[in-house]
Structure formats: structure tokens, C-alpha cells
């Protein structure tokens, strides 16, 4: 099956605490991206991936470090995680560019941090 | 810069109405895509249509339907006669050089028995 596989699916951490969200996609897609979901700020993406090795910032990628060694795979790390980045954090993979077909979006983690 | 605007906050119908969500958009460029992505209680998004720039043509799939206006930069969604399981938050998302989807911030849609 076609997916986008995030883990864990719920973290409760505290301040300071480095932590690594993974993210893995089973189709071969090139392009691979991480947003994050606030209450009545919608979906805001924090870093995109290209192709292995190519990464670059979104609209929010302060706190944030990602990493594409495997076509597979990017995981989102917060080094130092603060209370406001409590939030719905989704990962999402496609063929293409964002805009060139679907994009697949993993079921998301709900990160709190104290 | 590209802006994605839902004016509709939240929304409520009883089962059987008609609804429609609002979507309009903002961009310079010639050449965009636009989506609609749905998020059940559950959490997950869910796409259901992803339109280019190119194709006014508006799409009716079952009880959904889609209306691409370029004219007033809007891309409108309507539920025909909905039901309970349509409850959901509904995102409008635009994407012109490609690299994010740029997202609305989405209408709550209630549909009550």
C-alpha cells in the first residue's frame, strides 16, 4: 500500500529535550516536505526536500532541522524544543513539484512540549 | 506573494442542505494549481481535487462539486444534500512555483442529523 508513514504519532517532551520526528515514504517520491498545523493558522510548511541531499526552508523552518540522506526518508529534528512549537506536525511526499500531482500526506504527529 | 483566503470560519447545516465553501486566491502568476483537502475528526488529510490554472472546467464528483472562476480568482466547493459524514475541516491550498502548498485556514463544516 501507497503511504507515508510518521513516527510517533503523539510525544509529550519537555523543554530542551532533542527529538527526532521520522517520516518515510513508500512510492519513490522525489519531492518530500514538513508542515506544521496551528488552530486558525491553517497548514504552514517548515522545510522541503527536492531529492537526496537538497533541502531547503519554508515559511517557518526557525527550531527546525531536517536531513534527506535516503530518498525515503526525512526526519524532522528539534534540537531544542520550546512550548511553542507544540503543535500537528505532517509530513508530505510526491512524484513532483507540490503542484505537479497529489501529495501524499502522512496521518501526523501531535507534539506537546512542556 | 500568494494568499489563500476561506472567509468561512465554520459552518453549519442540517443533514440533506446544500453547502458551499468559499475559496479565494491570490497570485501573480500565470500558471498555478489549486487543491481542496479535507481533515475528518480523525486528523488525516485527505485529498479531493487538485486543478491547474489551465482548466476552468468545473468538476463534479458524486455530491462534490468544484466551480473555478479565474475572473474573480475563486474556487468554490459544494457539497450536495450532505450528510453527518461530511463533518469536517475543509483547506483550500494554492501552488504556483511549486515547492509548498499554501494553505487556507480552513471552514469547520458541521452537518447535524
Known amino acids: 500500500e501507497a503511504q507515508v508513514t510518521q513516527n510517533p504519532r503523539y510525544l509529550i517532551t519537555v523543554t530542551g529535550k532533542k527529538l527526532t520526528v521520522t517520516c518515510s515514504q513508500n512510492?519513490?517520491?522525489?519531492?518530500m516536505s514538513w508542515y506544521r498545523q496551528d488552530p486558525g493558522l491553517g497548514l504552514r510548511q517548515i522545510y522541503y526536500s527536492m531529492n537526496v541531499e537538497v533541502t531547503d526552508k519554508g515559511d517557518v523552518p526557525e527550531g527546525y532541522k531536517v536531513s534527506r540522506k535516503e530518498k525515503r526518508n526525512f526526519p524532522l529534528i528539534l534540537e531544542s524544543p520550546s512550548p511553542n512549537q507544540t503543535s500537528l506536525y505532517f509530513c508530505?511526499?510526491?512524484?513532483?513539484?507540490?503542484?505537479?500531482?497529489?501529495?501524499?500526506f502522512g496521518p501526523g504527529t501531535r507534539l506537546t512540549v512542556l | 506573494a500568494q494568499k489563500v483566503t476561506q472567509a468561512q470560519t465554520e459552518i453549519s447545516v442540517v443533514e440533506k442542505e446544500d453547502v458551499t465553501l468559499d475559496c479565494v486566491y491570490e497570485t501573480r502568476d500565470t500558471t498555478y494549481y489549486l487543491f481542496w483537502y479535507k481533515q475528518p475528526p480523525s486528523g488525516e488529510l485527505v485529498f479531493l481535487i487538485r486543478r491547474n490554472s489551465f482548466d476552468e472546467q468545473n468538476e463534479i464528483s458524486g455530491r462534490y462539486s468544484w466551480n473555478f472562476q479565474k475572473s474573480t480568482s475563486s474556487f468554490n466547493f459544494t457539497i450536495t444534500a450532505s450528510q453527518v459524514v461530511d463533518s469536517a475541516v475543509y483547506f483550500c491550498?494554492?501552488?504556483?512555483?511549486?515547492?509548498?502548498?499554501?494553505f487556507g485556514k480552513g471552514t469547520s463544516l458541521l452537518v447535524t442529523p
Open positions: 512510492m519513490n517520491h522525489e519531492y
Open positions: 491550498a494554492l501552488v504556483n512555483s511549486g515547492y509548498a502548498l499554501n
Open positions: 508530505a511526499s510526491s512524484k513532483g513539484l507540490a503542484g505537479e500531482g497529489e501529495q501524499f
